[in-house]
T-cell receptor, first 116, second 116 residues
Framework: AQKITQTQPGMFVQEKEAVTLDCTYDTSDPSYGLFWYKQPSSGEMIFLIYQGSYDQQNATEGRYSLNFQKARKSANLVISASQLGDSAMYFC?????????????FGQGTTLQVKP | EAGVAQSPRYKIIEKRQSVAFWCNPISGHATLYWYQQILGQGPKLLIQ????????DSQLPKDRFSAERLKGVDSTLKIQPAKLEDSAVYLC??????????????FGEGSWLTVV
């Protein structure tokens, strides 16, 4: 069964520093996608970054990078040079498609607070 | 490109009343999802449509929840009668189609429901 685990309920980081948000997953499907979303207090789920299971290189999008360790089944999000606007809830999610519906399964989320 | 549109943004109703949420996906997106997000948790899929057909409604409480996507574009999610535990954010999302793990799922701003 699909499972996403985010073990950090809350994190603090100083403005301009880097922070890593942890995510581990469990799947028996060889083809899957891993996503990170940001959810500010307004409620919208904002797509940040995607990593495919067959991708050889770690994904990067601006200040966001995904540390993908396939053997360990981990997909940690790294935010460099944190900004006050990064304060939000962050969700890791996984999508399988083989014999499945392609739905996203979400973790419990990590609340990030950036301190000035 | 317009994003996923949802309305109403906020709704407060009494238990046993009914409520309906509307969603218009991104143009050209064949797959539409309704997720329920209870405060402090990750979103949970309620129902998934591919065009106007249901792909997955295994977690939809069918005794009180219903959803339709009659013309394969916009969709309505209804709750009747509402219970206190239905208080949540209802997120609509869409993607090009579900068979590719890399197709990003984009979310709307959500409809916040409070049942009193």
């Amino acid at each position: 069964a699909q499972k996403i685990t985010q073990t950090q309920p809350g994190m603090f980081v100083q403005e301009k520093e880097a922070v890593t948000l942890d995510c581990t997953y469990d799947t028996s499907d060889p083809s899957y996608g891993l996503f990170w979303y940001k959810q500010p207090s307004s409620g919208e789920m904002i797509f940040l970054i995607y990593q495919g299971s067959y991708d050889q290189q770690n994904a990067t999008e601006g200040r966001y990078s995904l540390n993908f360790q396939k053997a360990r089944k981990s997909a940690n999000l790294v935010i460099s040079a944190s900004q006050l606007g990064d304060s939000a809830m962050y969700f890791c999610a996984m999508r399988e498609v083989s014999g499945n519906t392609g739905k996203l399964i979400f973790g419990q989320g990590t609340t990030l607070q950036v301190k000035p | 490109e317009a994003g996923v549109a949802q309305s109403p943004r906020y709704k407060i109703i009494e238990k046993r009343q009914s409520v309906a949420f509307w969603c218009n996906p991104i143009s050209g997106h064949a797959t539409l999802y309704w997720y329920q997000q209870i405060l402090g948790q990750g979103p949970k899929l309620l129902i998934q449509f591919q065009n106007n057909g249901v792909v997955d409604d295994s977690q939809l409480p069918k005794d009180r929840f219903s959803a339709e996507r009659l013309k394969g574009v916009d969709s309505t999610l209804k709750i009747q009668p509402a219970k206190l535990e239905d208080s949540a954010v209802y997120l609509c999302a869409s993607s090009l189609e579900w068979r590719s793990s890399g197709n990003t799922i984009y979310f709307g701003e959500g409809s916040w429901l409070t049942v009193v």
